[in-house]
């Protein structure tokens, strides 16, 4: 018997089990650390399979090309969250304002300060040159995350608590900081310290200055359907 089969041998089945259903996470972890640390087109499939301590062979069973690799990785770390998010908004029962905020900041929570962000910031530097990429990220991120936004502005329309405006121009002046933050954190404030910013300050400025600035005043009347301006 060889070393390897004598080895193979001696570990018990469940173990080998656990190994077998653990590979699949540990394969996502590689390749987003990989291609957050090198970038997406300069990292090869067989390091991705050598940081997760499998052949290349092996990773092609469960990811069938690098393209697919990141699709797993960005639904894993980004679709999921906002799935999640999407539920939390439709149980919500209290006031808009409050719904705004909770989720600008669990986003921040959830994406911004995990290893998430980094595929944020890959997405920013890489994906002119790989357009099935892009397009799997509009359709699977921002379209999502976009209505996900637009529909607590709505609501806060219809209500008559937010005062009428163009939802979709708000959902990207709501967004735009984040990935702003997120950038940060993978450039300038990764290396400077005098660039690092405060990212929970500064969401918290941010929910501060769109509520004010979505409040309808005091007496006015409330609007029933959709405000002026918005596609949805």
């Not at 998010?85 to 300060?113: H, K, P, Y």
């Not at 984040?178 to 918290?204: Q, T, Y």
Request: glycine letters at 6%.
């Amino acid at each position: 018997m060889t070393q390897r089969a004598l080895s193979s041998a001696t570990v018990p089945a469940a173990t080998r089990q656990r190994r077998k259903e653990a590979r699949p996470q540990e394969l996502l972890d590689a390749a987003l650390d990989l291609f957050v640390e090198k970038g997406f087109a300069a990292t090869r499939s067989e390091e991705v399979a050598s940081r997760a301590g499998v052949s290349k062979g092996t990773l092609y069973l469960y990811y069938p090309s690098k393209e697919e690799l990141l699709k797993e990785v960005i639904r894993h770390n980004v679709v999921n969250q906002i799935a999640e998010g999407m539920e939390i908004v439709r149980a919500f029962e209290g006031s808009s304002s409050e719904l705004l905020g909770n989720v600008l900041r669990l986003w921040w929570e959830r994406v911004g300060e995990t290893r998430a962000s980094g595929i944020l910031k890959l997405m920013m530097s890489e994906v002119r040159n790989f357009p099935e990429i892009a397009q799997f990220w509009i359709d699977e991120v921002t379209a999502p995350a976009d209505r996900m936004i637009a529909g607590i502005v709505q609501r806060g329309i219809d209500s008559g608590e937010f005062r009428p405006v163009n939802v979709d121009d708000v959902v990207h002046a709501l967004i735009s900081p984040l990935l702003f933050l997120v950038m940060n954190k993978h450039s300038l404030g990764a290396c400077v310290a005098s660039a690092r910013l405060d990212p929970w300050a500064i969401i918290e400025a941010q929910i501060d200055l769109a509520l004010h600035g979505l409040h309808a005043p005091a007496g006015a009347p409330r609007r029933v359907g959709k405000a002026k301006g918005s596609k949805r």
